[in-house]
């Protein structure tokens, strides 16, 4: 259980896929959030996603914006 209460919930995250971005990312999905990167990098993107769902086990998803 996540002190922050983010168990279910989606956050999208624009910049996601590197950086400040993708640690956020790294961050939310650690407390059990569901999250959307939003970025203009592919390959960054897809990067971010397949860490998440490896490390995190969560649910990730990109959206190139």
């Given at each position: 259980?996540?002190?922050?209460?983010?168990?279910?919930?989606?956050?999208?995250?624009?910049g996601?896929?590197?950086?400040?971005?993708r640690?956020?990312?790294?961050?939310?999905?650690?407390?059990?959030?569901?999250?959307?990167?939003?970025?203009?990098?592919?390959?960054?993107?897809?990067?971010?996603?397949?860490e998440?769902?490896?490390?995190?086990?969560?649910?990730?998803?990109f959206?190139?914006?």
């Amino acid at each position: 259980m996540s002190w922050l209460g983010l168990e279910k919930k989606v956050i999208i995250v624009a910049g996601g896929g590197l950086g400040i971005g993708r640690a956020i990312c790294e961050a939310l999905a650690s407390e059990g959030a569901r999250v959307v990167i939003a970025d203009f990098n592919d390959e960054a993107g897809a990067t971010a996603v397949a860490e998440l769902k490896a490390k995190h086990g969560g649910e990730a998803l990109f959206v190139k914006t």
